[in-house]
């Protein structure tokens, strides 16, 4: 089994579609181990985000993902990095296969509903800056 980690945005939780967005990963079998919702601070998101420091839309990204609450989850299935990927759809959504998350819901590149781990050391990593090993189940 593999774990990811998925992020409803805050254009998720705005436009209330929370429910849809885990119907959909309850739909495509994964697990969730872990689930909550937060308030990142600036400082919490720059960390989450470090890798893209220095990046033209780190600013943006920064100021996106602090601007109101988010929804981690802690997602568990084979395959489930590639497969919350498949399922998010191309971060641009207008370039997004028909049926995917961002496809359905998002408005733009910057505006794009949702996230998810790249790689199983990213997963691993993320996970861990939002969840204890207990608080997964």
Known sequence: MERTLAIMKPDCVQKKLVGKVVDKI??????????????????????????????????????????????????????????WRTLMGAT????????????LYADNVGRNIAHGSDAADTAKREIAFFFSESELL
């Open 26 to 83: 309850l739909e495509n079998d994964f697990n969730i181990l872990g689930m909550k919702m937060i308030r990142l601070t600036k400082t919490q998101a720059e960390a989450f985000y470090d890798v893209h420091q220095g990046k033209p839309f780190f600013v943006e990204l920064v100021d996106f993902m602090t601007e109101g609450p988010v929804v981690v989850a802690a997602l568990e299935k084979e395959n489930a990095i590639a497969d």
């Open 92 to 103: 641009n959504p207008a370039e997004a296969d028909e049926g995917t998350i961002r496809k």
